[in-house]
């Protein structure tokens, strides 16, 4: 209509440029010199709507009152407008129905039924741009809905792992039979960062962590471990699972592709009454699950093939990207997520007294009365790194001494063993040094002492024993040679071919 009334304005309109908006819109030239007739009247360049209901505040919450039923909240008005006579008119039902789907998004519906998650289930979410392998990682814990069997007790496993956002490869995984603390996140991240069977060559340094505020996440061990190696971990919103779609994602196609085939699965279908099909399904043992859900993980990296990675696996997506890796050394995975109490312990002849407990190691033979400090891993106190107070050297590992296996008492035992016959063989050494030796004498003269060649002049005579010709030294007639015993074999003499093996090797 505005360009229409300029033309008209300048009294350049015409019937050909009405026909042309027409064919345009699809309607008749009729309509549209109706338009105009109304537009030069009243200066409306739009169609006037007919008043109608609308969704005002109270109906939201009414419907929200409700749980979004249509019909309670018309029965809720028009009670309201008989026991109030000032109240506004009621609409009819079919006009109130109409009025919440114009008026109301699908979203809205659905969040006034069913809450936040129903309504977020109809928003809409942009993707963040691709990026290169260790760019980001995202972790979570995922609790496992399949009852397993703990030690003659039925439990339900956390699961506490890490995905490559850029190639979807799994980089470390935990399982624990209870819920799970800083140690699974601890242990996940370190079996990540190595990259160590079964996951590797997956791993390595990322640049940045998120994850969703969990308190395990969070705490104080994992922010100072993954802080001592430059790697930012980002909190996100609690209850926004949009902005760590790559483990969400993981999360449910865990359970859609593998858990819900595992005996005891807690999602199953059920009978009549909710019954189950088979209620004495026998369990799958803690072992045996851990076994399972690896061997799913490395099937995920090595042959399944999302659709985000065209075709390509994880593992090939992450071979296939050039951007260097940056890997943590051995000494500095010794201190990794590690828990230090300050206090400073010596060592004695029953090993580092630590919480009440006895802890040994091969290489304390020899080392009583060291100052060391310990530092351990969370929840996790069969095994201590052992450090030099002095220095803060890492001077090795020790195990529980209650809880020993027999090879390990036997690796402390051969360890004193073989310092003992280091010590031994270095006194007799030395016994060998301390006697004194004389030349043999010819003459009557003073005993002079036998003094060993030096280095240097035991290469000179070796170099002139090179340059000497051995056979003007053979002396091969000074002791003759006697007869071969009779026992010897003695080579036979060469026989000669007949005529007719001559003729057939000329053949």
Not at 144 to 158: K, S, Y
Not at 172 to 189: I, K
Request: contains cysteine; hydrophobic residues 40%; aromatic residues 6%.
């Amino acid at each position: 209509m505005p360009r229409l009334l300029d033309l008209d304005s300048r009294g350049e309109l015409s019937a050909a440029h009405v026909r042309l908006v027409a064919q345009a819109l699809g309607k008749s030239e009729r309509t549209v010199w109706r338009w105009l007739a109304a537009a030069r009247k009243d200066h409306r360049l739009a169609r006037v709507e007919a008043p109608h209901f609308t969704v005002t505040t109270e109906i939201r919450r009414l419907l929200a009152l409700w749980g979004g039923n249509a019909s309670r909240v018309h029965a809720e008005l028009v009670q309201r407008a008989a026991d109030d006579p000032n109240a506004p008119a009621v609409p009819s039902l079919s006009t109130l129905h109409r009025a919440i789907r114009r008026d109301l998004t699908r979203g809205e519906r659905a969040g006034l039924k069913s809450g936040e998650a129903a309504r977020r289930a109809h928003d809409v979410f942009g993707q963040r741009p691709p990026t290169h392998r260790n760019a980001a990682w995202e972790g979570d814990h995922k609790h496992v809905p399949v009852e397993v069997d703990v030690e003659g007790e039925l439990a339900t496993p956390w699961v506490t792992w890490f995905i490559d956002c850029a190639t979807k490869a799994i980089t470390g995984v935990a399982v624990t039979a209870h819920a799970p603390s800083r140690d699974a996140v601890l242990a996940s991240l370190r079996i990540a960062i190595t990259r160590s069977e079964p996951f590797g060559p997956v791993g390595g340094l990322p640049g940045q962590i998120r994850v969703d505020r969990g308190k395990e996440f969070l705490c104080a061990t994992v922010t100072a471990a993954m802080g001592a190696l430059a790697v930012p971990v980002t909190d996100l919103p609690a209850y926004s699972p949009h902005l760590k779609g790559s483990i969400e994602a993981l999360n449910d196609a865990v359970e859609e592709m593998f858990l819900v085939s595992l005996p005891r699965y807690s999602g199953r279908q059920k009978l009549t009454g909710g019954r189950l099909a088979d209620p004495d399904a026998p369990p799958l043992t803690y072992e045996a699950f851990v076994g399972l859900l690896l061997d799913w993980v490395t099937w995920w990296n090595t042959l399944h093939r999302p659709a985000a990675l065209n075709g390509q696996t994880p593992l090939q997506a992450w071979q296939a990207d050039a951007t260097p890796l940056t890997d943590v050394s051995a000494g500095q995975l010794a201190t990794f997520a590690l828990e230090d109490d300050g206090r400073t312990y010596t060592i004695s002849t029953s090993g580092v007294r630590w919480r009440r407990r006895d802890y040994l190691a091969p290489w304390m033979n020899g080392r009583t009365g060291t100052k060391v400090s310990v530092r351990h891993l969370p929840h996790h106190d069969d095994t201590i790194e052992v450090f030099d107070a002095a220095t803060g050297r890492h001077l090795g590992s020790a195990f529980l001494a209650a809880a020993a296996s027999r090879e390990q008492i036997r690796s402390v035992q051969a360890a004193r063993t073989a310092a003992a016959r280091r010590l031994k063989a270095d006194l007799k050494a030395a016994e060998k040094l301390r006697r004194r030796r004389f030349e043999a004498s010819t003459t009557a003269a003073p005993p002079r002492p036998l003094v060993s060649p030096t280095s240097a002049q035991a290469e000179e005579e070796l170099g002139a024993a090179a340059q000497t010709d051995r056979r003007a030294l053979a002396r091969p007639d000074l002791v003759p040679h006697g007869p071969a015993p009779d026992t010897w074999a003695r080579p036979r003499p060469p026989r000669t071919p007949t005529r007719d093996e001559d003729q057939a090797d000329d053949r």
